[in-house]
């Protein structure tokens, strides 16, 4: 198992977050003509980068969504912070 830290409520076990979305990484919605399979592509795939990460993740048990550094190679997370206005 895995640390997280909350920067709610603290170092968590992994199980209590999901994860939301590579962070900075905005895509445009594509256009209204766009194939079932770009549409599927756009929904489906991300970058995924090996190393160094900004990620958006979800605490499940206070609800909050954080803004939290890792590496996707070592899982080493750097750290975590709010994304509250004010907070970040």
Same mark, same amino acid.
Not at 54 to 74: A, K, S
């Given at each position: 198992?895995?640390?997280?830290?909350?920067?709610?409520?603290?170092?968590?076990?992994?199980?209590?977050?999901?994860?939301? @979305?590579? @962070?900075?990484?905005? =895509?445009?919605?594509? @256009?209204?003509?766009?194939?079932?399979?770009?549409?599927?592509?756009?929904?489906?795939?991300?970058?995924?980068?090996?190393?160094?990460? =900004?990620?958006?993740? $979800?605490?499940?048990?206070?609800?909050?969504?954080?803004?939290?550094? =890792?590496?996707? $190679?070592?899982?080493?997370?750097?750290?975590?912070?709010?994304? =509250?206005?004010?907070? @970040?």
């Amino acid at each position: 198992m895995q640390l997280f830290s909350c920067p709610f409520c603290g170092p968590r076990d992994e199980t209590e977050f999901h994860f939301g @979305a590579e @962070a900075g990484n905005v =895509r445009p919605e594509p @256009a209204a003509s766009t194939s079932a399979e770009a549409w599927a592509d756009y929904l489906h795939f991300e970058t995924n980068p090996k190393g160094p990460s =900004r990620e958006i993740w $979800v605490h499940t048990t206070c609800g909050e969504f954080f803004l939290m550094e =890792r590496d996707t $190679v070592t899982h080493e997370v750097k750290g975590s912070q709010s994304l =509250r206005r004010g907070e @970040a």
